[in-house]
């Protein structure tokens, strides 16, 4: 069992997952040849020099260059001792499957530190981005059957797709606008309203109006809390939150009070499902007849309250981390896909083709649409590849591992580095070019997509994720032709996420 699935998931050019397998099979560290821990490469002995170099030369924003390097003169795993606990880093194929293998029935990975003190101050509970253990696990399961399961996502597919028609009609209409047949812009603001009236649709099961010229007041002050609270959380991640807290500094509070309004968002929204989920019981008890089931999907929000398994307070606190997670995460790989399918036209009419054909024969039908089209999924894969939104992926592995004959104790934070991974040519053949075609060649599946996580802490978004942007970039090949003036490579700087150092401006033209 255990030979399969390391052979599924081996390394195309290293060949690491035999001696993997030999290691694991030889006892728990791994038998004496392993090397011990600190023997691992690493970046310099001294934590405090680390970290004085890092707020020197702004390493934070580059991060993902700075590990790269460092693969790049350490090699396949390495160790930064700049704050706290050495941290491994390690990028190979079969590494990464090492560590999860290691992940135990509850995985964890680090903290979003200023996250959780917003909701320990303002004794809210926690939601399953932040919780751990076996109370992570008792949510995770009823949250996943909301979101993950192909049930559910039958269900949220139409209003995604209603969104992006809608973000299509109304750019058509900018374009058009003064007799025009094309129009250039730095689509960032746009994308950000789609992702986050998408979110609403699928999570509350309302239209919000952010596409409207006047979106309303609550709105508004909702979506600036969104940035406000995305905005501040970069720079509190490097301060140490109680501190900041004690001495009421002004970027903690901002920090807070963005919260707040995106919970008191999310409670008015919970009361007004509850009512309306009362009146629905009362008019069927009255009447006789049990509540209709079959109706048309009317938001995560309205299941979860409908089901009654969580609590109140726990609904609040989950449908709050998903819609913190939903925006930024799904605008910005969007921001890439149209630049790199503007950047490489020949490629743009291959899945204009096919997305074209799919469409003439889905009946309107996006679950058909989609299946239709599997270049446009690989499209998004081979974004998520080259611009992965979270660099990492952090586990504490529950047994002593040994990756590349090193001895890593159990709890010991380890990163899997998915930015130096995907531009990595020992695991990607021509690394930097932008070719989805390379995911249906079968030795390039198996261990290799993981901007999305993996095992049973993936992210749980990833189904709405992954949908959404397909079915964004659909329309948009259907209805405009996608180029840029200049085709240098993106620059890109790391905040909480992977974003374009500056957002590229795109032309679209009707087609
Ligand atoms: C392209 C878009 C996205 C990417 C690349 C992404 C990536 C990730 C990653 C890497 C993780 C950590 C997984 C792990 O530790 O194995 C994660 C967790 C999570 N994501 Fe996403 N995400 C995206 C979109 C979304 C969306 C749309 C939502 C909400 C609808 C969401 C909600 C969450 C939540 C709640 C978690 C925590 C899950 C848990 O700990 O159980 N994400 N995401």
């Not at 040849?33 to 030369?57: C, V, W």
């Not at 889905?362 to 974004?383: F, R, S």
């Not at 261990?447 to 990833?462: E, I, K, N, T």
Request: proline share 6%; with cysteine.
């Amino acid at each position: 069992m255990l030979s399969a699935s390391v052979r599924q998931f081996v390394c195309p050019t290293r060949g690491l997952s035999v001696s993997v397998a030999r290691q694991r099979s030889e006892g728990p560290a791994g038998g004496p040849q392993a090397r011990g821990f600190e023997e691992i490469p690493h970046t310099g002995s001294n934590g405090y020099i680390n970290l004085f170099r890092f707020l020197k030369e702004d390493r934070f924003s580059s991060l993902h260059k700075y590990m790269e390097k460092s693969f790049n003169a350490l090699g396949p795993i390495y160790r930064y001792r700049g704050e706290g606990p050495a941290l491994g880093h390690c990028y190979a194929a079969s590494d990464i499957m090492e560590l999860f293998q290691a992940e135990g029935l509850n995985p964890q990975r680090m903290t979003v530190q200023p996250w959780a003190a917003h909701r320990e101050t303002r004794k809210h509970s926690k939601g399953i981005f932040l919780k751990n253990g076996a109370e992570w696990r008792a949510d995770r399961i009823l949250m996943n059957k909301e979101v993950m399961l192909s049930s559910a996502v039958s269900l949220f597919l139409p209003p995604l797709d209603e969104v992006a028609r809608d973000f299509c009609q109304i750019l058509r209409r900018r374009v058009e606008a003064e007799g025009r047949r094309s129009l250039t812009l730095d689509p960032s603001p746009d994308l950000f309203r789609f992702a986050l009236e998408a979110s609403c649709h699928v999570l509350y099961g309302e239209r919000i109006g952010l596409f409207s010229p006047s979106p309303s007041l609550e709105s508004q002050h909702f979506i600036s809390a969104l940035e406000r609270m995305l905005a501040t959380t970069t720079p509190l991640l490097y301060l140490p939150s109680k501190l900041l807290i004690t001495l009421h500094a002004p970027l903690w509070t901002q920090h807070a009070t963005a919260w707040d309004v995106i919970f008191s968002h999310a409670d008015a929204r919970i009361q007004k499902v509850y009512q309306k989920l009362q009146s629905k019981h009362r008019q069927a008890g009255s009447s006789g007849h049990s509540p209709d089931n079959q109706e048309a999907f009317s938001g995560v929000l309205e299941q979860l309250i409908e089901k009654g398994q969580l609590s109140l307070e726990l609904i609040k606190a989950n449908i709050t981390e998903l819609m913190a997670g939903a925006v930024d995460t799904t605008a910005v790989p969007l921001q890439f896909a149209l630049f790199e399918l503007a950047r490489n036209p020949g490629i743009q009419e291959m899945v204009r083709r096919q997305v074209q054909s799919s469409w003439a024969s889905a009946e309107g039908d996006p679950q058909k649409a989609l299946q239709g089209a599997p270049l446009l999924k690989n499209t998004v894969k081979e974004i998520l590849r080259m611009y992965p939104v979270g660099i990492t992926v952090q586990r504490y592995p529950v047994r002593d591992i040994i990756i590349q004959n090193y001895h890593i104790p159990a709890g010991t934070l380890v990163q899997a580095c998915l930015y130096p991974m995907g531009r990595s040519e020992d695991v990607f053949r021509e690394a930097g070019i932008f070719k989805p075609t390379r995911w249906e060649k079968s030795e390039q599946r198996g261990f290799l997509s993981l901007a999305f996580g993996f095992g049973a802490r993936q992210c749980v978004g990833r189904r709405i994720a992954d949908n959404e942007m397909q079915l964004l970039l659909f329309h948009i090949l259907l209805n405009f032709q996608l180029s840029v003036s200049s085709t240098d490579n993106i620059k890109t700087k790391y905040t909480l996420i992977l974003q374009p150092e500056t957002p590229p401006r795109i032309t679209f033209t009707l087609l």
